[in-house]
């Protein structure tokens, strides 16, 4: 049974910092790419940072430069590093993990899911 389970959200102030982890269990964080996904009320969800197993990272224009993305192995955490967050930052932020293929950015490549973790700028 792969759980997945975020943390770090909160509300901070534009220009803020946030960090976001992610614990699986069932799941071993080294074996396969993974990302972070969010999705403002009333917007789809949009894919934010991927990474790929050998290590290779993509984000999405919005956060490139301010977001980063990364993993503990020893740990079997999945981080995403945020800083100088902006108001359009706020959303409910997702972890992914089982990569099926395709854009790493697109929701429909993965195939487990965290149950959220909140992220409010103001």
């Known amino acids: 049974h792969v759980q997945l389970v975020e943390s770090g959200g909160g509300s901070v102030q534009a220009g803020g910092s946030l960090r976001l982890s992610c614990v699986a269990s069932g799941y071993i964080v080294s074996g396969g790419s993974m990302a972070w996904f969010r999705q403002a009320p009333g917007k789809e969800r949009e894919g934010v940072a991927g990474?790929?197993?050998?290590?290779?990272?993509v984000y999405t224009d919005s956060v490139k430069g301010r977001f980063t993305i990364s993993k503990d192995n020893a740990k079997n955490t999945l981080y995403l590093q945020m800083n100088s967050l902006k108001p359009e930052d706020t959303a409910m932020y997702y972890c992914?993990?089982?990569?099926?293929?395709?854009?790493?950015?697109?929701?429909?490549?993965?195939?487990?899911w965290g149950q959220g973790t909140q992220v409010t700028v103001s």
């Open positions: 990474r790929c197993t050998y290590g290779g990272t």
């Open positions: 992914a993990a089982h990569y099926v293929g395709g854009s790493m950015m697109n929701p429909q490549s993965f195939d487990y």
